[in-house]
């Protein structure tokens, strides 16, 4: 099966995260303009950020390198960008 966006998100954001961003986070998110959906999944993440990575980073820099992190790799075409 192909990963989508969603699915690709969610690889990047366990990366730094103690626990999966539920889905219902993730579709806000995506769906929002990202003012509400960035502060809801920045609640989320300051509430599940591993400890090594938050002594360094904060909740929306989490978000921002997850987006860039996705976007890189549809640049490069390591990935495809699949809206589902």
């Known amino acids: 099966m192909m990963k ?3 699915d690709y998100y969610l690889e ?3 990366l730094f995260l103690t626990d999966s ?3 219902t986070i993730l579709d806000d998110f995506m769906k929002s303009d990202h003012d509400d959906g960035y502060t809801i999944i920045a ?3 300051g509430m599940h950020m ?3 990575i938050s002594e360094w ?3 929306l820099g989490i978000v921002e390198a997850v987006e860039i ?3 890189e790799a549809v640049m490069n075409g390591n990935i495809k960008d699949i809206m589902l």
Request: hydrophobic share 35%.
């Open 50 to 52: 591993k400890p090594e």
């Open 69 to 71: 992190i996705y976007n």
């Open 12 to 14: 990047i954001f366990s």
């Open 43 to 45: 609640d989320f993440i």
């Open 4 to 6: 989508n966006k969603k």
């Open 57 to 59: 980073s904060t909740c």
């Open 21 to 23: 961003v539920p889905m």
